[in-house]
T-cell receptor, first 116, second 115 residues
Framework: AQSVTQPDIHITVSEGASLELRCNYS??????LFWYVQSPGQGLQLLLK??????LVQGIKGFEAEFKRSQSSFNLRKPSVHWSDAAEYFCAVGIITQGGSEKLVFGKGTKLTVNP | GAVVSQHPSRVICKSGTSVKIECRSLDFQATTMFWYRQFPKQSLMLMATSNEGSKATYEQGVEKDKFLINHASLTLSTLTVTSAHPEDSSFYIC???????????FGPGTRLTVL
């Protein structure tokens, strides 16, 4: 079955420090991969997505992610974290169902705290 | 572009009543809309997928008679929680996409509290 694992439930970094959020997926076909960010009480905002092509994907707010097929990973990175980046981050894999529709399978999320 | 709204943002209702939540794609036509439920400090769980003009496809374990989904137009889908009970209290989020493999754009969510 398809699944997404985000090993870190909670990460704390200092403002200005670099950040890497881990994501591993399990899916038999070529994955569509996404990172979303959710602020408290809000919906999800798309940070970036990988469909095909270049395995290093640039997103909004200075984030990037690298797709590594051999490791089934799609880790999210940012070189210098800002206090406003504190939020919950969700990795997701898009799968095509037998009926031909698409659905997203989400990881459990990683909560990011940024210390001043 | 690709803005999705939800209404209401918060709703409190009495046990046994029904609640309707609207999801609208404001600047694009959404052939597919999705409804998710999110429990506190948990991930999003897909409840159902709806395509405009056809019946929704519910995920395993989701009661279709309790969570009624209508996708009457390319810009509007509604979720009605019928005979709501306290255990239905949750954060409900919708998303919309232009089609298969297109990015899903999420609404801001609706906080439902059933007393």
């Amino acid at each position: 079955a398809q699944s997404v694992t985000q090993p870190d439930i909670h990460i704390t970094v200092s403002e200005g420090a670099s950040l890497e959020l881990r994501c591993n997926y399990s899916y038999g076909a070529t994955p569509y991969l996404f990172w979303y960010v959710q602020s408290p009480g809000q919906g999800l905002q798309l940070l970036l997505k990988y469909f095909s092509g270049d395995t290093l994907v640039q997103g909004i707010k200075g984030f990037e992610a690298e797709f590594k097929r051999s490791q089934s990973s799609f880790n999210l990175r940012k070189p210098s974290v800002h206090w406003s980046d504190a939020a919950e981050y969700f990795c997701a894999v898009g799968i095509i169902t037998q009926g031909g529709s698409e659905k997203l399978v989400f990881g459990k999320g990683t909560k990011l705290t940024v210390n001043p | 572009g690709a803005v999705v709204s939800q209404h209401p943002s918060r709703v409190i209702c009495k046990s046994g009543t029904s609640v309707k939540i609207e999801c609208r794609s404001l600047d694009f036509q959404a052939t597919t809309m999705f409804w998710y439920r999110q429990f506190p400090k948990q991930s999003l769980m897909l409840m159902a997928t709806s395509n405009e003009g056809s019946k929704a496809t519910y995920e395993q374990g989701v009661e279709k008679d309790k969570f009624l989904i209508n996708h009457a137009s390319l810009t509007l889908s509604t979720l009605t929680v019928t005979s709501a009970h306290p255990e239905d209290s949750s954060f409900y989020i919708c998303s919309a996409s232009r089609g298969v493999t297109d990015t899903q754009y999420f609404g801001p969510g609706t906080r439902l509290t059933v007393l």
